[in-house]
């Protein structure tokens, strides 16, 4: 930007401090859009009469600093994911950060929402300012997968045999998935509904649904299988 001293002046831009290339007439400012130095010159737009010699303006190009979020990251619903920004180029003496949660550390943990159905998809923004006040910004995506709810739907219930070892049996419900066990036989009558049989008496289970690649356990303790009266 020039000042012109008097109120029917008006500036002209050039590319060299005499003669060169007309780069925008009848202005007090010019953006230009590489560095270098750029002239100004005084015209009185009555009498037309220009400056003795024309103002050079040098203009500074910062580089601008290059930022990255890292690469994307895929976690199972209530795991957390722990994200970590790094910045090459720029100018000056350092970098801040500032992620779209607001904190402003290059790393931080993050732990999204999911659900038991879909992927969840979040993203997550970081900008990175240098020290001459230049940005770049880069976003990382967090994919949330669903990991199954699983819950007793039916008690564990004794089985007596005569001659035969006391077992018992009981049925869990998920929201999806499959099922294993640590111990008996794991069958599935009907959609998510699982049932679990012959389990040694006095041995608690584990129940694992899984759903992709994530899984939710269930312990289920034994039951106090008393022996029938005779």
């Known amino acids: 930007t020039a000042n012109p ?20 007439s009848g202005s007090t400012s010019y953006q230009p859009t590489a560095a270098g130095t750029y002239y100004a010159e005084s015209r009185n737009t009555t009498t037309g009469c220009v400056s003795a010699t024309r103002t050079g303006v040098t203009v500074t190009q910062n580089a601008l600093p290059n930022a990255s979020a890292g690469a994307n990251q895929t976690i199972c619903d209530g795991e957390s994911a722990t994200l970590t920004a790094t910045t090459t ?12 949660t607001g904190e402003t550390t290059p790393t931080i943990t993050v732990t999204p929402a999911g659900n038991t159905n879909n992927n969840v998809n979040v993203d997550y923004t970081v900008t990175v300012t240098d020290s001459n006040n230049c940005t770049d910004t880069d ?26 070892p006391t077992t018992y049996t009981f049925e869990v419900t998920v929201s999806a998935g499959t099922v294993t066990a640590t111990a008996g036989t794991v069958t599935n009558p ?30 289920v303790t034994a039951p106090n299988c008393i022996c029938p009266t005779v």
């Open 89 to 100: 180029g720029g100018s000056g003496t350092g970098y801040t950060y500032l992620w779209s």
């Open 139 to 164: 976003t990382v995506r967090v994919i949330v997968e669903p990991t199954p709810a699983i819950s007793v739907s039916s008690s564990p219930s004794c089985t007596f045999r005569l001659f035969q």
């Open 190 to 219: 009907s959609g998510n509904i699982w049932r679990i049989a012959d389990v040694q008496d006095g041995t608690n289970v584990t129940v694992t649904a899984t759903q992709g690649s994530c899984s939710r356990d269930l312990v």
């Open 5 to 24: 001293t008097a109120g029917q002046e008006t500036i002209d831009w050039y590319t060299t401090a005499s003669g060169g290339t007309l780069l925008q």
